[in-house]
């Protein structure tokens, strides 16, 4: 079983800045690769972010690619998504994802096991 807990939403005005964190328990989570979505109301969940189990592999969605960082700290058992630059269009819940196995593309949502609650983020304008 795992359990992710995401931090650190927030208003924030347009072209500022947020980090999120998320905090995995169990095991296996150095061995886990991670990603983060968003869902904004009355639409459908979707990629923003993954890392692979390392580190060495990160893939963004093109909307925040340039703008969006994703890491991890293995050995605090953390994940991380900096966010910069926000636009309004960024405002939705972001939640946190573990892909357990391993299967599975990493920007689909269907490759994630475990998911936390949700952070909410909103960027004015």
């Known amino acids: 079983q795992v359990e992710l807990v995401e931090s650190g939403g927030g208003l924030v005005q347009a072209g500022g800045s947020l980090r999120l964190s998320c905090a995995p328990s169990?095991?296996?989570?150095?061995?886990?690769?991670m990603g983060w979505f968003q869902q904004a109301p009355g639409k459908e969940r979707v990629f923003v972010a993954a890392?692979?189990?390392?580190?060495?592999?990160?893939y963004y969605a093109d909307s925040v690619k340039g703008r969006f960082t994703i890491s991890r700290d293995n050995a605090k058992k953390m994940v991380y998504l900096q966010m910069n630059s926000l636009k309004p269009e960024d405002t939705a819940v972001y939640y946190c994802a573990a892909n357990i196995n391993g299967l599975g593309p990493p920007r689909s949502v269907s490759s994630y096991e475990y998911w936390g609650q949700g952070t909410q983020v909103t960027v004015s304008s």
């Open positions: 169990g095991r296996t989570f150095s061995r886990t690769a």
């Open positions: 890392i692979g189990w390392s580190g060495g592999e990160t």
